[in-house]
């Protein structure tokens, strides 16, 4: 598969929340020497803001955030050692998770920082990455909690 | 009117004598009290004279007109099937699941052997109930004491399991999904009826937080509907009352709003409380217009509720109370519920200032 398909095809299984072929996709990217820098840049990131673009515009529900996040969370682990070998995460300065409130809320979220991270440096983009995943894992989405976390801290 | 008139007459589609109110309290009843939580409840037990004390007081002291007449959480039935709750010792932070009864998906063939549960016997339920049947002889018949639970997937992750594994649980294993689902639905009605026995006298309050905020419209009508049309029967046929339903998830989506529709019109729900995404007018156009059942006119709990000021409550009220208020068959509800951290000076504003901007005629 030449490079544009196989990060096409990464891009999508990241979407779709599909495990096995996203690992699948990025494997081979890693084996065919693609650079992690542009497997990072082209698939991962435009898939994040896919995702953050589906939550905005009510397509994209928890269920789907989820299984994506794990797709997500699958590829992170294939990736960190290539992006991640000259550096710790510790080092690299990616702005912790701030994503608050529903689903749209956290999905203007993601758009926002995918964009503002246009023009960083490969390591910011794995930091960041990992970051998403986790945030996207451990996020709270439940509306009752949501609100009742919102008027407690206030 | 008396406030069970009050309140029948918005749920029949006729117009009453004020706007009815309807502050959905929880936790909040304890708090105003000076207590924390563990002060009224353990993993198996609820404090009977406490919760009483809580709840009339509040009723009186706020002057609202319906109420679930004792304590309500997320917990009952948890601990017995296995799970463990989180009791705070901390101001204004409900009562939540520390550990669920189904943390991996094998777990559910031991969970399956401990139902069905007994309200009259199982962990928190019974002393639940002694405080209901309390608060409905304290209170009379002429004040509406509604019954109050969830259903299908919403009472799914209430009783058996985690929102974030459930909604995976959705696409990766959806026929598992749906038998849980049953499971919690026959528990619902069961608790449902319990209440019912002890006194309650009025529509049931029916919650649900998935909606279409956290699952589709399209899984909404797979693991929600089915379970509020038998969960509706079986209230409807038993105690000849009606079903209430509060729901989250933006309805002004063309898909979100046909499973709305699919709730009245297929499941039999008799009125719609929805939360902070609808404003009074589209209530007013949308629910009570067009579906043609009552609905409840929104104040957001977090802010002004919660938060104030007590001038801005009133200004809020007053405004949302002459967009969505003209013509009747309307309550006025906070967006989830008046929140446990809620200062009375709020919780009071906002019951006086519907009161006082929402008498009939306008």
């Keep these: 598969m030449d490079i544009d398909n196989n990060l096409k095809a990464l891009r999508e299984a990241l979407f779709d929340g599909e495990v096995e072929e996203a690992v699948e996709a990025v494997t081979q990217a890693i084996e065919n020497n693609v650079d992690a820098a542009l497997v990072i840049k082209d698939a991962v990131l435009p898939a994040i803001n896919d995702m953050g673009d589906g939550m905005a515009e009510g397509d994209f529900f928890m269920p789907e955030v989820k299984i994506s996040a794990k797709a997500l969370k699958a590829v992170v682990e294939v990736l960190k050692p290539y992006v991640l070998a000259q550096k710790n995460l510790s080092d690299i300065n990616v702005p912790p998770w701030t994503g608050e409130g529903d689903i749209d809320d956290v999905g203007s979220y993601l758009m926002t920082t995918v964009t503002a991270a246009q023009d960083q440096p490969v390591e910011v983009h794995a930091g960041l990455f990992i970051m998403i995943a986790d945030g996207l894992d451990t996020h709270e989405f439940t509306p009752c909690k949501i609100q009742g976390k919102e008027a407690a801290e206030n | 009117m008396n406030k069970k008139e009050r309140m029948e007459a918005v749920f029949n589609m006729e117009q009453p004598d004020v706007i009815p109110v309807f502050p959905r309290v929880m936790a909040q009843a304890i708090f105003d009290m000076g207590w924390s939580l563990p002060d009224v409840s353990t993993q198996t037990t609820l404090d009977v004279d406490k919760v009483v004390e809580a709840f009339t007081t509040n009723i009186k002291k706020y002057d609202y007109d319906l109420c679930f007449g004792t304590y309500m959480d997320h917990g009952f039935g948890v601990p017995t099937l296995g799970g463990v709750l989180e009791i705070p010792e901390k101001f204004g932070v409900s009562v939540s699941i520390k550990i669920p009864p189904i943390q991996e998906r094998e777990d559910w063939d031991e969970v399956k052997k ?14 639940a109930l002694k405080a209901l049947k309390i608060v409905c002889q304290e209170l009379g018949d002429e004040y ?13 992750n209430i009783l058996f399991r985690d929102v974030s594994s459930l909604t995976l649980d959705c696409v990766e294993d959806p026929e598992w999904v749906d038998e849980i689902c049953q499971a919690a639905t026959d528990f619902s009605i069961d608790w ?4 019912y026995d002890a006194g309650c006298n009025t529509v049931f309050y029916l919650g649900d937080h998935f909606g279409t905020e956290l699952i589709s419209p399209k899984m909404g009508e797979r693991f929600i509907l089915p379970y509020v049309g038998q969960f509706v029967e079986a209230i409807t046929k038993e105690y000849g009352q009606k079903v209430f339903m509060h729901i989250h998830g933006n309805m002004k989506r063309p898909k979100s709003f046909a499973l709305l529709e699919k709730l009245v019109k297929e499941a039999g729900i008799a009125g719609i409380h929805l939360d902070e995404n609808h404003d009074a007018a589209w209530i007013r156009e949308n629910i009570v217009d067009k579906l043609g059942v009552p609905g409840a006119l929104i104040v957001h709990g977090p802010d002004p509720i919660a938060s104030g000021p007590t001038e801005k409550i009133e200004s809020v009220v007053k405004e949302t109370v002459e967009v969505g208020g003209p013509g009747g068959c309307v309550l006025m509800g906070p967006s989830c519920q008046v929140l446990p951290s809620t200062p009375g000076p709020n919780f009071k504003t906002w019951v006086d200032a519907t009161h006082k901007f929402g008498k009939y005629p306008m």
């Design chain 2, 114 to 127: 401990k139902l069905p549960l007994d309200p009259l016997k199982d962990d928190r339920m019974p002393d």
């Design chain 2, 144 to 156: 509406p004491i509604a019954p109050a639970y969830y259903t299908g997937i919403c009472a799914a």
């Design chain 2, 192 to 195: 449902a009826r319990a209440q």
